[in-house]
Nanobody, 124 residues
Framework: QVQLTESGGRSVQAGESLTLSCKAS????????MGWFRQAPGKEREFVAS????????SYSDSVKGRFTITRNSAENMIYLQMKNLGFEDTAVYYC?????????????????WGQGTQVTVSS
């Protein structure tokens, strides 16, 4: 059974940093795209960052570029999202996802597997 499990979400103050983790199990993800998404209250789920292959270049949304870093450890089926200088606009449930192999991250609806999400709340 494929399972993606996120961890690390919590409440932080604006300007702080936080790292999210995602453990993938039940399948080999070494040849799959892995990514992070988020969904704020009342908004649609949006792309945050992805790495589409082992050793591939990461992609980021404009809103997090320069502040967030995605990394993956394929040997351990883990991906991480390092988040710096968090702002109120980063408050959301963050989801880990896996997709079919490809060179570019597919649309949100085309990702194959999803975790349950972890809440990140940024306050003053």
């Amino acid at each position: 059974q494929v399972q993606l499990t996120e961890s690390g979400g919590r409440s932080v103050q604006a300007g702080e940093s936080l790292t999210l983790s995602c453990k993938a199990s039940g399948h080999s993800f070494s040849n799959r795209g892995m990514g992070w998404f988020r969904q704020a209250p009342g908004k649609e789920r949006e792309f945050v960052a992805s790495i589409m292959s082992v050793g591939g270049s990461p992609s980021y949304s404009d809103s997090v570029k320069g502040r967030f870093t995605i990394t993956r450890n394929s040997a351990e089926n883990m991906i991480y999202l390092q988040m710096k200088n968090l702002g109120f606009e980063d408050t959301a449930v963050y989801y880990c996802a896996a997709s079919s192999p490809g060179s570019h991250p597919p649309p949100v609806a085309d990702w194959d597997w999803w975790g349950q999400g972890t809440q990140v709340t940024v306050s003053s």
